[in-house]
């Protein structure tokens, strides 16, 4: 148990759903990321959060949408996926994002969300 | 980019058996971590470190910054500890944490 929790476990979609994941921090943590993991490629970071502040984007498409309502919380809004969107996807928190990088931002990782797009 | 390659690709170890990974890394960083996927995909943080040497019972880790590596150890290895192990460093604040391809360790009894 890291302190970060993800739901949906496992979300099965077809490419004109809409759903959101859904992850929760309960390390009082100031910094959430969303990170993509496909098959036989290294993780792959999409969105970081600052203090409930988007602070990178890493060219992420716009059928996937971000939302931090608090620093404990971290949306992924998907719509009209496609079949290559199929990925375990993973957040992670951290103390904050500093710009000095330090021990601070040593990142705990979700249990992930395992989602295939039909 | 900073580049990070891991090696092995893939180990098969027999439990009671020792290890050891590596991470090669292509520019100076800030941080370094190195995490457990276990086979349900969670990922599990075991060392921040950017320099120096840690343990963590069976777990030992250590970088050499200059050099630009850090090596995993795992002592005694036991079946729960498959899964792919990743490095994961970052070269300044506020840039992304750049994992490598993972090393897959499978333990057999």
């Known amino acids: 148990e890291t302190g970060v929790t993800q739901t949906p476990r496992h979300l099965v979609m077809g490419m004109t759903n809409k759903k959101s994941l859904k992850c929760e921090q309960h390390?009082?943590?100031?910094?959430m990321y969303w990170y993509k993991q496909s098959a036989k490629k290294p993780l792959e970071l999409m969105f970081v959060?600052?203090?409930?502040?988007?602070?990178e984007n890493n060219s992420v498409p716009s059928r996937f949408s971000p939302e931090c309502p608090n620093s404990s919380h971290l949306f992924l809004h998907l719509h009209t996926l496609q079949p290559e969107d199929s990925a375990l996807y993973l957040c992670?928190?951290?103390?904050?994002?500093?710009?000095?990088?330090?021990?601070?931002?040593?990142?705990?990782f979700g249990p992930g969300t395992r989602l295939l797009v039909l | 980019g900073i580049q990070v390659e891991q090696s092995p690709p893939d180990l098969i170890l027999q439990e009671g058996a020792n290890s050891t990974l590596r991470c090669n890394f292509s520019?100076?960083?800030?941080?370094l971590q190195w995490f457990h996927q276990n086979p349900w995909g969670q990922l599990i943080n075991l060392f921040y470190?950017?320099?120096g040497t840690k343990q963590n019972g069976r777990l030992s880790a250590t970088t050499v910054a200059t050099e630009r590596y850090s090596l995993l150890y795992i002592s005694s290895s036991q079946t729960t500890d498959s899964g792919v192990y990743f490095c994961?460093?970052?070269?300044?604040?506020?840039?992304?944490?750049?994992f490598g391809k993972g090393t897959r360790l499978s333990v057999i009894a």
């Open positions: 992670a928190s951290s103390q904050e994002r500093s710009a000095l990088g330090s021990y601070q931002e040593t990142q705990y």
């Open positions: 390390l009082g943590h100031n910094a």
């Open positions: 959060y600052n203090f409930k502040e988007q602070t």
């Open positions: 520019d100076s960083v800030n941080n």
């Open positions: 470190i950017p320099s």
């Open positions: 994961a460093v970052e070269i300044a604040g506020n840039t992304p944490l750049v």
